[in-house]
């Protein structure tokens, strides 16, 4: 006996999903998860827990881009652009001039970019200093950057590592 099918029984389940809950419904839910956030990342909220804590960290955002989601920081977005300048950066000296010496504060924004794809790292010898990490751009990240338009429409972004010394001469340029 032939079953009848709906335009329904063909949707994909990501489809189906969608096509269940408006985009309405969703943003709503969305910004009331990051009401959540904001909430419970406030300064009362720590000042609660510990008085000697470091002072809260921003929300991340949602973006979409090419089938992917990703949730960043304006922060990381920042060291994305240097990052994606300059081609390679020491960890080092990313801490100390992107993020004031703080490195509290740059160890789960870089955990984070490496996490989701968007920033490698590598340890590359150096004829002076010895072996030091360097961060780059993937390719994702170059395409996350470019697709936002976050470092500005005439900026040149890089990414990738090239040869060791190459790598250590972009690091040695920022």
């Not at 189906?16 to 839910?29: D, H, I, Q, V, Y």
Request: proline share 6%; aromatic share 6%.
């Amino acid at each position: 006996m032939p079953r009848g099918y709906k335009p329904e029984d063909f949707l994909t389940p990501r489809d189906a999903s969608e096509e269940r809950e408006p985009t309405t419904e969703r943003s709503s839910r969305d910004q009331v998860a990051r009401e959540l956030t904001v909430t419970d990342r406030s300064p009362v909220a720590a000042r609660k827990h510990d008085r000697n804590a470091a002072p809260p960290m921003e929300p991340r955002s949602i973006y979409e881009i090419r089938g992917r989601t990703y949730r960043l920081r304006n922060s990381e977005t920042t060291t994305m652009v240097e990052l994606g300048k300059f081609r390679a950066i020491a960890q080092e000296d990313l801490a100390e001039f992107a993020y004031g010496g703080d490195k509290g504060r740059m160890r789960p924004d870089i955990e984070n970019l490496m996490r989701q794809g968007l920033v490698e790292m590598k340890s590359i010898p150096h004829e002076e200093m010895g072996s030091r990490k360097l961060l780059t751009l993937t390719k994702n990240g170059h395409r996350f950057l470019t697709d936002t338009q976050s470092a500005g429409k005439d900026q040149v972004l890089y990414h990738g590592f090239t040869k060791p010394r190459e790598a250590n001469h972009d690091a040695d340029l920022y």
